[in-house]
């Protein structure tokens, strides 16, 4: 639900700090105190993604974070009758149903919801059935979110990364492009209904343009983050993320009312 503050929620994605864990095997860095910590740092939520393969979360750190979590739990999974049934089991406060190809290192572009609508449509009600609310990762193509609406989602997760490339590429002309078509497929979203949500790949100098759309009321972010913990500190990095967010938006709202 839309809140009636201009700031957002901060979802931290804690997947890279198993991935750690397993290089080397045993339970050392635990991802269940990575997401006490970026809680105590001001996360408002924590993302998971367990995967086929179980290359980074597993199954037993979903069952800790259900249990112990003080913030909800948004769990990332394919539409497959494996991970609906443990996500039925663990009924965590959201689902966001990805692409996921066993050979890809990281998530790759968005769903195909209009291909894949009666794929897809018995996984969005079974989750919504037992009360999980249901979000799509989506490129912000029109085609698409007029899909994830007419398939009953509650949620889109707008894909940031080309847009990240083009900023990791100072492709000036391409990041006004992707901006622009994020910017367009959130104000859609919103008006059709969406909660609207964005992430994949935000840094702290990409952060404040996505941060500013006063549509999108949620970022999640991980994998940057925790490559930052490794500098100054997990708690530092998560509140200087949100520090940029708020001040991206407060600035964008002042703009929005002058």
Do not use: W
Not at 153 to 166: N, P
Not at 225 to 253: P, T
């Amino acid at each position: 639900m839309l809140s009636s503050s201009p700031l957002q929620r901060l979802g931290i994605n804690i997947d890279h700090v198993a991935t750690i864990r397993n290089a080397r095997g045993g339970r050392h860095p635990d991802p269940l105190r990575a997401a006490h910590l970026a809680i105590e740092a001001g996360a408002d939520g924590i993302t998971a993604h367990l995967r086929e393969d179980r290359r980074h979360i597993s199954d037993a750190d979903i069952a800790r974070l259900k249990a112990e979590l003080t913030r909800p739990l948004n769990l990332e999974m394919a539409a497959t009758d494996e991970m609906l049934q443990i996500a039925l089991r663990h009924v965590p406060n959201a689902c966001c149903l990805v692409p996921e190809k066993r050979e890809e290192r990281t998530t790759e572009g968005g769903l195909d919801i209009a291909g894949l609508h009666n794929t897809l449509l018995p996984y969005v009600e079974r989750l919504k059935g037992a009360g999980i609310r249901v979000s799509l990762f989506i490129e912000a193509d029109p085609r698409q979110i007029e899909a994830s609406a007419r398939l009953g989602a509650d949620i889109v997760e707008l894909h940031t990364g080309a847009y990240c490339e083009r900023a990791l590429d100072d492709d000036a002309a391409g990041v006004a492009a992707e901006i622009a078509k994020l910017a367009a497929g959130a104000k859609l979203a919103a008006a059709a209904g969406l909660e609207v949500h964005a992430g994949h790949g935000l840094t702290f100098n990409t952060v404040g343009a996505v941060a500013r759309m006063a549509e999108i009321v949620e970022l999640n972010i991980g994998h940057f983050l925790i490559g930052e913990a490794i500098f100054g500190g997990l708690h530092g990095a998560v509140r200087r993320m949100r520090a940029l967010m708020e001040e991206a938006r407060l600035a964008g709202s002042s703009r929005r009312s002058a």
